[in-house]
C-alpha cells in the first residue's frame, strides 16, 4: 500500500490505515461464512446442552423414585427415558465436535498477511523531481527558440 500526501506524516498514517481496513475487510470476507457457523453451532450446542441435561435428571430422578418397581410399565418408562438421555447425549456429543471443527475451520479460512516494510515517514520527497522538470522545460524551451530563429532566418532569406 502506497500513500502520496504533501505531509509525510499524514502519508505515513493513511497507509497504515489503509493497511489495517484492507486486512480486516479480507479476514472478514473470507471467514465469514465459517464465523456465522460458529456462531449458529454455538446456540445449537447450548440448547442440546440444556436437553442432555434435563434428560438427564429425567432419568436419575425417575431411577430414585422407582428403584424397586419390577413392574413392565415402569421398565417401560425407564427405557424410554434411557433411550431420550441417549440421544440427547449423541446430539450433545456430535454438535460438540462440529463446533469445535467450525473454530477450527475460521483459524484455518483466516488469512495471514506479512507486511514487507511498515508504514513510515518517508525522509525525502517522493515526488514531483522538480530538477528533472526544470532541466527538461529547459532543454525544450532551448529548442523552440533555436526553431524559431532558424524559422526567421529561413523567411528573410525565402
Do not use: C, H, M
Not at 27 to 46: H, M
Not at 105 to 116: C, N, S
Request: aromatic content about 10%.
Amino acid at each position: 500500500v502506497v500513500a502520496v500526501e504533501p505531509d509525510p506524516v499524514v502519508a505515513a498514517t493513511v497507509a497504515r490505515l489503509s493497511l489495517e481496513y484492507l486486512t480486516d475487510y479480507i479476514t472478514n470476507y473470507r471467514t465469514e461464512k465459517a464465523r456465522q457457523q460458529v456462531t449458529f453451532l454455538a446456540g445449537q450446542v447450548s440448547e442440546s446442552n440444556s436437553k442432555y441435561q434435563a434428560s438427564e435428571y429425567a432419568l436419575s430422578n425417575y431411577r430414585d423414585k422407582n428403584r424397586n418397581l419390577f413392574l413392565n410399565t415402569a421398565k417401560i418408562e425407564e427405557q424410554r427415558l434411557q433411550a431420550d438421555y441417549l440421544l440427547n447425549q449423541s446430539v450433545y456429543n456430535e454438535l460438540s465436535k462440529q463446533f469445535a471443527q467450525a473454530k477450527i475451520k475460521v483459524q484455518e479460512e483466516t488469512p495471514v498477511f506479512k507486511v514487507l516494510e511498515p508504514a513510515t515517514v518517508p525522509l525525502r520527497k517522493s515526488g514531483p523531481k522538480r530538477t528533472i522538470i526544470v532541466l527538461g522545460f529547459a532543454v525544450l524551451g532551448g529548442i523552440l527558440g533555436l526553431v524559431y530563429a532558424l524559422f526567421r532566418r529561413w523567411r528573410r532569406v525565402v
